[in-house]
Every structure is written in C-alpha cells, then in structure tokens.
C-alpha cells in the first residue's frame, strides 16, 4: 500500500511544483516587462537629452554619482515651458510664421498637418475618439471584428455613400498600433459597453483575457 502511494505523491509534488512556477511566471512577467520597458525609456531619454544639458545646470556634475531620469525631467520641464510660450499672444505669432514656412515645403507640410491634427485630436480633453468600441463584420459577413470609433466621417466619402459613414479603426493582433482605417455605415455597427482599455486588453490577449461581465440589456445595435 505504502509503495503504491508514493508515485502519486511524487506527481503530485511535481504538479504542485509545475502549477507554482506558472502563477510566478504569470505574476513576475507583466511587473518585470514593464519595469524593463520603463528603465529603457528613462535610459534612452538620459542619453540623448543629458549631453544637451549645460554642466553649470546639470546636478550630475556636482554630484559623485549619476541622476536617472533627469533628461526625462529636462523634456517635461522643456515641454512645460514651450507650451506657457506658446499660450501667450507672441507665442502664438511665432508658431503661425514657422507654419507658414512649413506650408512652403511640399512634402513636409503634409506630414507636419497630420501629425499635428493627430495629436490635437488626442489631447483635447473634450475629443471623443477611440471612446466608443464597436464590432463590425470583417472580412466578411458572419465574421465579427472589434474595432474603435474615430470619428464620423465628414469628407467626400460621406458624400459619396448612402447613409451615416463611421470611421473605423481596426488594430491588428497581438500589435494594437496597426491595424486599418475602414469607412462604415452606422447601421451596420454593434455597439459595446465595455470600455477601450478593455477592448485593447481583448486584442493584444488574441482573445485570451476575457473583459469584465456587462450588464447585457446595455449592449444594442446603433441604427439612428
């Protein structure tokens, strides 16, 4: 009796073993993945903005050992100032005769317009893109994709096409950056409740990271 227990016990030891290790990886990965994103980004920012920092400023050269983070600190004190600048009339004046310079290029002007729209539309604390998650049917009809709403759309395709066009971002899998730019119309879109930190969550995962249980009667199909 007591031989024939002790393989049992032993594969139990092991899977006991088996099952600690996995709920380390799963617990240490995400803190150690973004303490490691985190350290090369302070570290990057530190190597090219530190050696632009006059040594009369710099703490480092007063100080027996190196700051981290310092360059970082130098860029938001630096961002900080130019957008106190830029708030008043002069500031404003000078950003309009650099983009009437820029307006001259004919490739960099195109580049400088979109970025620039980019970032006001996802700074401004009253834009509402990317706040609404949707499902679309996509590559074909029977197959659901998620995707986020950035807009509606106000340009020639609107005026082109029957009914409300919506404009679609779909991201990709497992990289949520990329993705496609799809012109849909709103009746054709189901309307989620869950929030898009949830979404992302959802697609980064492939699907594995399930999103919180919401409230069902919520969840309807948008056609006005």
């Known amino acids: 009796m007591t031989d024939n227990n ?3 016990r032993k594969i139990s030891f092991l899977h006991r073993i088996r099952n600690y290790f996995l709920t380390g990886l799963v617990v240490a990965s995400p803190i150690g993945i973004t303490l490691y994103i985190g350290w090369w980004f302070i570290d990057f920012v530190d190597r090219n903005i530190k050696p632009l920092i006059p040594n009369t400023y710099n703490p480092e050269t007063y ?29 404003r004046a000078l950003i309009r ?4 310079i820029v307006d001259r290029m004919p490739v ?17 604390q009253d834009s509402k893109s990317f706040s609404d998650v949707v499902i679309v049917e996509y590559p074909r009809p029977g197959i659901w994709a998620i995707a ?26 497992p990289n949520p950056t990329s993705g496609f730019l799809l012109f849909v119309p709103k009746k054709d879109l189901i309307y989620l ?29 948008k056609s006005d």
């Open 148 to 173: 986020f709403v950035s807009g509606t759309n106000k340009s020639e395709i609107q005026d082109k096409l029957e009914g409300e066009m919506i404009n679609l971002f779909l991201p990709t899998t």
């Open 108 to 124: 960099i002007r195109s580049v400088y317009g979109t970025l620039k729209q980019i970032f006001e539309t996802v700074v401004a």
């Open 63 to 91: 100080l027996p050992f190196p700051i981290p983070g310092l360059g970082l600190v130098g860029v938001v004190l630096f961002l900080i100032i130019l957008g106190a600048l830029t708030a008043n009339l002069f500031g």
């Open 6 to 8: 002790e393989p049992t």
């Open 193 to 221: 409740d869950m929030s898009t930190d949830e979404a992302a969550k959802y697609v980064i995962s492939a699907g594995l990271v399930n999103p919180e249980t919401l409230p069902q009667k919520n969840k309807r199909k």
């Open 97 to 100: 005769f650099g983009e009437r």
